[in-house]
């Protein structure tokens, strides 16, 4: 996962988020995380980003202006447990026998480039070269007769344009992004795994994607909506690399493919288009309570083997929401429907989901939209906590 630009704003934040399903048993769909961003820290000109998961950790050190007049250097580091893990779901059935855990760790070098300074709109570009460590263990369910991955070093190449960005809140007041991407991914070992070597790990994956996105606070009823498409295509995607779309977690990735209703990561595709709108109407005066509906709509073509009847998915929802007089707090419960999500005795599924923030620094006067890099779908380590609580 990559950002775009040096954040410049100071930023802590505690996010949650968690969705059950109320039919079937899905993999654990719950991300938790600090994040922290500190501009001109530990020295002026630099730019320290922490984003810390249960048993993962992701940080980066910025050099602002290090290469030259608005290009920026940045060094990485990221690792810890659960956040290469596979979970098997086909046919809208979680495959227990078939899932396994993921454990490793990166170094990565960034440049970033600002090309419209004193814009109102910044448009950064970025290149980035990560070099990635995974090695692969069973869990408790893992079927004796699966041969597991290989364990492997990866090289990561990624290279980007956005004009605007998203902060990485729960509601920004307002959001506006257009952004193109490209990531290829290199193995050092692929090859056959599964059952009876069924399937196979490629030695090098390329994915395209692009975002167009816009969220805005109306100043006066302070109704708030926030409509994104996203769609991508790749070359040589397997089981492992391709994109992986469902659930309700909002601030579960860099670019989250939500599918309401659905399983976490249910639906591996190939290429994809994913239409999602949600908007939320004040209850009250003061805008501490809120109703919100969302939606969301996706045409997949699936990566191989994991084909499912109909290519089209939809899903939907609702939500009551509390926010704090001064914005430290938000948190919204909700129910949403996967119109398609194939389940026992046909299609539909239902779901309940909770999204909280806290936000230590919500008094500040939010300027220019920028999204840094969390890492929060790697916080497999809660997923894995939470197996234990609720046996799946």
């Known amino acids: 996962m990559c950002h775009a630009q040096v954040d410049p704003e100071k930023r802590q934040l505690f996010q949650l988020g968690y969705n059950q399903s109320l039919q079937g048993l899905g993999p654990v769909a719950a991300y938790a995380y600090y994040y922290l961003n500190l501009p001109d820290w530990p020295r002026a000109g630099q730019t320290l980003r922490l984003a810390v998961a249960p048993v993962y950790l992701d940080a980066e050190l910025a050099f602002r202006e290090a290469l030259g007049p608005q290009t920026h250097l940045a060094f990485g580091a990221a690792g810890g447990g659960f956040a290469d893990s596979q979970s098997e779901v086909r046919g809208g059935k979680f495959i227990k026998e078939e899932s396994f855990n993921g454990h490793g760790g990166e170094v990565s070098a960034s440049v ?64 506006m992004e257009l952004s193109a991407w490209h990531e290829g991914e290199f193995r050092a070992n692929s090859g056959r795994y599964g059952l009876a070597g069924d399937r196979a790990t490629e030695a090098q994956a390329h994915r395209f994607w692009g975002r167009a996105l816009l969220a805005y606070t109306m100043p006066e009823r302070g109704d708030y909506f926030s409509v994104s498409l996203t769609s991508g295509t790749s070359l040589n995607a397997d089981r492992l690399s391709g994109y992986k779309l469902g659930a309700a977690l909002p601030l579960g990735a860099e670019f989250p493919l939500s599918l309401p209703g659905y399983y976490f990561q249910e639906i591996t595709a190939r290429q994809f288009a994913l239409l999602g709108g949600l908007y939320t109407l004040p209850l009250d005066a003061r805008k501490r309570w809120s109703l919100t509906g969302f939606a969301a709509t996706a045409v997949v073509d699936y990566v191989g083997g994991m084909s499912q009847p109909g290519d089209w998915h939809t899903g939907v929802g609702g939500g009551l929401g509390y926010a704090s007089s001064d914005r430290v707090w938000e948190i919204t419960l909700g129910y949403a429907y996967g119109v398609d999500a194939i389940r026992t005795g046909g299609r539909g599924a239902h779901t309940v989901g909770l999204v909280a923030q806290y936000d230590l620094e919500a008094r500040r006067t939010r300027r220019k939209a920028a999204e840094p890099e969390v890492s929060p779908d790697k916080s497999r380590g809660l997923q894995r906590l939470f197996r234990g609580v609720f046996g799946n």
Do not use: C, K
């Open 112 to 175: 970033y480039h600002l090309f419209n300074p004193g814009a109102q709109i910044p448009l950064n570009g970025v290149m980035r070269l990560a070099g990635h460590y995974t090695e692969y263990d069973r869990n408790s369910r893992t079927a004796a007769g699966f041969t597991l991955p290989a364990e492997t070093g990866s090289l990561r190449a990624r290279t980007g344009l956005r004009w605007g960005g998203r902060e990485p809140l729960l509601t920004p007041s307002v959001a």
